[in-house]
């Protein structure tokens, strides 16, 4: 069974054809969920399909075995035409264990297909869950499509000639789960098969394991009575090119390397280890071909510090956490804001506060990434509206950072993160540069070096790297005296320094685009959102109007300062509503900005907002 696969469908077999899908694995966070559907997501991609992907896991390492907590999944929707979430509920809902059913079935559609293994579903097992009789078994699962696979036995007949052995050999178990998918959803085999040589090519036992587990999956969907009907998406009419399946923590990295090779500078990044931060350092450390250089510091106060140090010689500093970890950067970035140098600060938002949800989007940190500094000291805010986003909007944080000498905050979160989508590689010649031109002669009409002499069109002041004969100058946290940059403590100097620095942020409203209106335009109702909201407001706006009512989107990537038209944009509409996952933050600024009154919809349930609920809400005030 598990030598080779099978390439001829028995004529018994039928396939129905649909224009999209949802498919969730969902197991133990010890069964490999996360890798299986990152598996089928990569051959989707492959195949040609659109797509976007949600992971949910745990926040501890290993949660207890077989519990509710310790469950892990994730969710794929793949399509023939262009799409923008991950789906609102699965159609196919893959359950390793009782935990993961119970967790996860009330969200399958009515009629879906359920694949359980059934091995798992024991005394011992369905009590951990929750289970006081067997599901499998009791007719709760009536009006659902059940394959049931006894996956651990299969996996040990499958593994037995590999060398694999112990409790090595029920790791393959998850390969057996994703070869049976590939066959159901006429998955590409080739791109798996050849993922896991390479990947355990040191491990030759484990990927002969694995493989074996895949094809006898696979093999085992040809032979099972009851997966006589199969599912089938086509391949989506793309726009050509090449294209690569990206997270956004994945295009960030490579967004920030982009803006080094644009700005003609080093990139260096210092950082402490955060979820779900942690993957940008990973991948930068990657790279250091292209002169990047990471820091992994001992603390979130180390790593601003590094990064400060970094901007003061002349690098393209970056540095990136969390909540938390911006909580303690937080002074730091006051003294790179009154240091007026460059600093890339990239917030991955998720669940809090404190500790609060750490592997959970959310939209949390608005309020605090506007004014969660003391003193008065406004940053320029940037959001990425997707995860290949995220890539565009590094680069455009690194422009601003050192076209204005100024930190930025770049405000990704969870569901940005680690989603995932097809993207379209760009021509990066057709990427303007930004070349940074340091000063290299003293600036003064006496010979001597200004530190805060201005530019007149962007108010940055001069960048002067450290050792440059002529241009030393104090440094530091005190106030400093306009153009001179001596410390000063005149009250008339301290008001010219803030309001110029507030000033020099607030002109950059004249540099960043307009913010455009996607829809109707004579509509009643306009949804604005930022961040990942984005395609579940587009997607909802794309239902209510298959419903015959008009509407309108917006979405803000600068939220600092705003586009200089969001005024007579939002003024245009009857009623804005603006979803956002927390309590209305967006929504405090643009009453306050504009005394607009907007509607919030908001949610801090630690999942993104479904279509479903953004769509009854324009159509409740539509009505």
Known sequence: MAEKIATE?????????????????????????QLAGSRFTDASALFGNDLATLPSFPAEIRAPAGTLPGVSSFQVQIADFDILTAGDAPDCLVAMNPAALKKNLKDLRPGGTLIVNTDTFDERNLAKAGYETDPLEDGSLEGVRVIKVPMDELTKLAVKDTGVSGREVL?????????????????????????????????????AANVAAFKAGYNLGETMEATRVTFEVKPAALTPGTYTNVTGNTALAWGLIAAAQKS????????????????????????????????????????????????????????????????????GISLAFMLELPLIV???????????????????????????????????????????????????????????????LLLSDNYV???????????????PDFKVE??????????????????????????AVPGTPGLEHRIGGLEKEAISGNVSYDPANHQLMTDTRAWKVANIANDIPLVEVQGDED???????????????????????????????????????????????????DR????????????????????????????VAGEPFKVSEITAKILEMIK
């Open 523 to 573: 509509a009643d109702i306009l949804v604005l959102g930022w961040g990942s909201t984005f395609g579940a407001n587009r997607a909802a706006a794309r239902r209510v109007r298959l419903e015959g009512k008009k509407v309108a989107t917006a979405h803000l990537r600068y939220l600092n300062p705003l586009p200089r038209n969001l005024g007579d944009v939002i003024r245009s509409f």
């Open 438 to 463: 340091f000063v290299k002669y003293p600036n003064g009409p006496d010979g001597r070096f200004l530190p805060y002499m201005r530019d007149i069109h962007t108010f940055a002041r001069p960048w």
């Open 171 to 207: 790791r393959s178990k998850n390969f057996l789960a994703l070869g049976l998918m590939a066959w159901l959803f006429h998955r590409p085999t080739e791109p798996t098969i050849d993922w896991v040589n390479q990947k355990f090519a040191r491990l030759p036992e484990v990927a």
């Open 9 to 33: 469908e028995p004529s018994t077999n039928s396939s129905e054809t649909f224009d999209r899908l949802v498919i969730r694995f969902a197991g133990d966070s010890g069964d490999g969920m």
């Open 264 to 331: 003609g500078l080093p990139l260096f990044y210092g950082t402490y280890p955060i979820t779900p931060a942690s993957d940008i350092l990973h991948e930068l450390a990657r790279y250091k071909n292209f002169g990047v250089r990471t820091f992994q510091a001992e603390d979130e106060i180390a790593g601003v510090g590094s990064a400060i140090g970094a901007a003061f010689g002349g690098a393209l500093a970056v540095t990136g956490s969390s909540g938390p970890g911006i909580a303690l950067k937080s002074e």
């Open 417 to 431: 993160a680690n989603g995932s989508e097809p993207w379209l590689l760009p021509d990066l010649d057709s990427i």
């Open 346 to 408: 990239i917030n991955v938002q998720r669940g809090g506060p404190s500790t609060g949800l750490p592997t959970k989007p959310e939209q949390s940190d608005l309020l605090f990434a506007l004014y969660g500094r003391h003193g008065e000291s406004p940053l320029p805010v940037l959001a990425p509206a997707s995860p290949s986003d995220a890539f565009a909007m590094a680069i455009e944080a690194a422009r601003i950072a050192v076209t204005y000498m100024t930190p930025v």
């Open 576 to 603: 804005v509503l603006i979803p956002e996952m927390n309590t209305g933050q967006l929504l405090k600024v643009i009453r306050a900005e504009y005394l607009v009154d907007a509607t919030g919809l908001n949610k």
